[in-house]
């Protein structure tokens, strides 16, 4: 499959199907009909889904994206072997799928072929990404690759790792405050021609490409296990969870799924939009946040996809405290699994809801990222130690093992 494949035929507002865009130019700001200052709608990309070949879904997953073209936008970017992740059973017959293993070490590759790809078709010089972490890391690599400038509104806190990635890829990185990230990037956007590759509306909305290349998850799923009864995705604005819904819808509209699996969006109990707006009907919320170990999604504004992904699926939306998280960071960890502490999320709520017994099928877990890109990883050091078997044998015994 190539990019010159894509089935892509227009852009769709969430606020009301009725209202279409052309494919391009690629919105980045949601449904300028159907939103306001304070609600805005994302947009979503629809196919000629009868034309889809038949063959498509006949593959096994694998790496680059570009095997799944026909439903994806036109992918212009060149890859660097994203998705093609793999599906790991704990020993309770929970499955993960290990986002870790992309190029960037995150599920933000995914998103990422598709938005460059949307920069490098409309002819943008750069991109401009407000992000601290995994986005503002993947967003840089495939920028680089792609040839294209990056600017990246970040913070001076930002993980270690994330900040090498950043200055090995060329980024221009602009330490800002939080609240100042989204006008400025909107500034950047108008006054440079750079490409918005993340948020910038009071309801989250994001490049209305980006969630697209999330659906590749549910292909993937599907290839490996048919559909499962319930899949638990860390939520932040809910790109990913509404890629893995809208990637099943998919498959059931082309009749290769009987049905959708349940989705659960897991949120930080220390803030929590999407629960917020499941919990009172709005199409989105903006709230307070708390302090809390899973800064990746600490977000204050929600969006719509993710209230629509689980109320479609007949999921949910679950608040995680960091003492739940935390425990199903250190299950991953026993079992070889070092993930970043917002990616065990997943495992915590299914966890909370009385694990895989609880479901009538397989239940995957999504982790998203690896534990390099944790605050606190580089800070802990061990205790230098006296080289002499007493000392040595002494730790091995507080260890547990006899010698």
Known sequence: MTAAASLATAQVSLGDPEVRYPLWPALTAGCPVTSTPELAYPVEVDYDYPAVPAALFAQPPGPGLDRWAPLLP?????????????????????????????????????????????????????????????????????????????????????????QSFLNAYGALVLPVPVE???????????????????????????????????????????????????????????????????????LQRLGLAARVPRVFGCEPAAGGPLAAAVRTGVPAAVVEVGPTEAYAIDVTNGGHRGVRAVTASGGGALLLTDREVRAAHGEL?????????????????????????AFDGPVVCVSTSSGFKDLRVGTERAEALDPEWEAVAGRLKAAGIEA
Do not use: M
């Open 180 to 250: 100042a990230r989204w006008p400025l990037l909107r500034q950047i956007a108008e006054r440079t021609g750079f490409h918005p590759v993340s948020n910038h509306t009071r309801t989250h909305t994001g490049h209305g490409f980006g969630a697209e290349g999330y659906k590749t998850v549910a292909y993937e799923l599907h290839a490996e296990l048919g559909t499962p009864a319930a899949v638990f995705v860390p939520t932040g604005y809910g790109e990913l969870l509404y890629g893995v819904w809208k990637g099943f819808a998919e």
């Open 74 to 162: 036109p992918l212009d970017a060149p890859t660097l072997g994203e998705g093609g992740t793999p599906l790991l059973a704990l020993p309770d017959g929970t499955l993960v799928k290990d986002e870790s293993r992309n190029p960037t070490w995150s599920h933000k590759d995914r998103l990422n072929r598709v938005t460059v790809s949307a920069a490098v078709h409309q002819g943008a010089p750069g991109i401009v990404v407000a992000s601290s972490g995994n986005h503002g890391a993947s967003a840089a690599a495939y920028a680089a690759r792609a040839g294209l400038r990056c600017v990246v509104l970040a913070s001076a806190s930002s993980p270690p790792a994330v």
């Open 333 to 357: 960890a026993a079992q070889g699994l070092w993930c970043e502490f917002s990616s065990a999320i997943g495992l915590a709520g299914l966890r909370q809801l009385g694990g895989p017994a």
